[in-house]
């Protein structure tokens, strides 16, 4: 399964990497995991993100983002990382030709590239990464392991997922020998948030409604909402998570308002199926996690939802 | 350093098993792993709590709480686990007589048994009681494994504090090969909250108060807000996290209303002596946490506090 991409990074001599569109912590932490593992081997390599792409927290955590000057147009190869498909390389896209490679872990993943590397069952690439790394025969140093760490705890909710597997805490077990700060790095992922994040919060508990013996909770957020708290909703997109964590509910429903109407993330903890309620919407998603958009008063949105999840509810 | 408890267990018959007081999940999840273990060796074992102990949310997620019956007079053996001193076995101290032992992590540990295992380096009891396992010779269980995950992941706050060990994970690895419910298990004891929580919490959010460019977070709880919410004070007790979570924020300080006068919490994100500020008003701590007394009203204390960590900011 690696042997061809790692026979294509072998014989490379300047490697362009790209990662997916908004790009999370795994996409940043594997993208530049693999950049300092290819100049390890002492060649180029550089990863090209779109502007604003570096606009977030994590990549604050992450090593070796010197730009090296590095040229897409001198790679002789192109790796996608964590992409799952080619569109998701958004104005990247059209670079990606030529001698091609991808490595990621999305099961969904649509083959794009001459080679590819996919292990669905790792929770993140940056645990594929660190297989390529052993590959190549390149030993990890300690900015390797910051960013294959971070990498790992970005899309584990820091070994909370479900997609944690023995192997995920024998490669952390590994990259933490070599010394990395784990405390600052997961406090700065998970437990630092922007003031304004925590006014959004606020909001949210305010809004915060119980249906059907506690069962069933709601929180909305109106466009009014917003402007009030002057916040992005990319700030607050955590707060999904919100209703469905007050003890004994089932069903968390997260309502906000947006140009085309009521977007509905439904959230379940135990046996209802949320895909077959936002199917009702005409919406969709798994059993645990689902989806509708809904053209009508907050009200009427709120009353159709409950009953329907109430019908629904095991 | 393991002989001595180790031979004491080979050699009963029948063991009581005490933990401290207002037992968290390590405390819990050690006490009933190791109960587990010695019944695995065909002895009798019991975990003695003090009424009141099995009130929390960490206590439902243990296995093998089902009494069994035993005596604490018919036990030839008496172990204390997470215990750093007699005193933390509150009323039960006075069963801790006779032969004992003690299995602890603490490196505080004021030996008080007649054989005592204690590992400064293990972030939790339950990683020590995954070794007394395997030199017992025990094979570990799905319940001894869900018990000893859980104490770890209580006391490693999930992975996440600079206690955690490569070791930690290699023991989570072997774990989770068992088979146990991780998301299952860390959502119960990190992401599950009361609605109470969340109304406190925004009280909380609502007394927010940034100093110093943003550098100082004050976050204060009156009497009189304790009364309106309605919440015990022990709901809450997460929030002395919130002001030092925020963004930029150096020092957070969480001061709530006692009768004997305002508790003061300090925390420091960077290089702020913290003990340094409880010290002038006649507290104390270390450097990252800090607390003291005061007494005055809350905007004299908030004054005062805001200044001297002004004048100590680093």
Redesign the interface.
């Known amino acids: 399964m690696f042997e061809s991409v790692i026979e294509k990074i072998k014989n490379a001599r300047k490697v362009a990497i790209f990662n997916h569109e908004s790009p999370d912590g795994d996409a940043l932490g594997s993208a530049y995991a693999l950049k300092l593992i290819i100049n390890a081997l002492g060649k180029q390599a550089e990863v090209f993100l779109r502007p604003g792409d570096e606009r977030t927290r994590e990549y604050k955590l992450i090593k070796g983002t010197e730009n090296s000057g590095l040229k897409i147009r001198d790679c002789d190869l192109k790796i996608a990382v964590d992409c799952a498909d080619l569109e998701r390389l958004g104005e990247m896209k059209e670079f990606f030709c030529g001698n091609t490679a991808a490595i990621d872990h999305h099961f969904t993943h649509a083959e794009f590239a001459n080679s590819t590397l996919v292990v669905p069952d790792a929770p993140a690439t940056g645990e594929i990464i660190f297989d390529v790394a052993e590959k190549l025969g390149v030993r990890i140093d300690k900015d390797i392991a910051n960013n294959i760490y971070t990498a790992i705890i970005c899309d584990t909710g820091?070994?909370?997922?479900?997609s944690?597997?023995?192997?995920?805490?024998?490669v952390?077990?590994?990259l933490?020998?070599i010394g990395i700060?784990?405390?600052s790095l997961?406090?700065q992922v998970?437990?630092?948030?922007?003031?304004g994040y925590?006014?959004a919060?606020?909001k949210g508990?305010?809004n915060?409604e119980?249906f059907a013996d506690?069962k069933i909770a709601v929180l909305s957020i109106t466009e009014a909402d917003f402007l009030e708290l002057g916040v992005d909703e990319v700030l607050i997109d955590g707060i999904v998570?919100?209703p469905r964590?007050?003890?004994g509910v089932e069903v968390g429903v997260y309502i906000r308002e947006r140009a085309e109407g009521f977007k509905v993330s439904l959230r379940s903890?135990g046996d209802t199926d949320v895909a077959e309620i936002a199917l009702v919407f005409g919406g969709g998603g798994h059993k645990k996690a689902a989806g509708c958009l809904i053209k009508s008063s907050l009200k009427e949105a709120k009353q159709s939802l409950v009953q329907e999840v109430e019908k629904q509810l095991k």
Not at 158 to 162: D, I, W
Not at 164 to 170: L, S, V
Not at 190 to 195: G, P
């Open positions: 820091n070994f909370k997922y479900s944690t597997t023995p192997k995920t805490h024998m952390a077990a590994r933490m020998e700060d784990i405390a997961s406090k998970f437990d630092t948030k922007s003031f925590f006014k919060y606020k508990i305010d915060l119980l506690g998570d919100l964590s007050i003890e903890n």
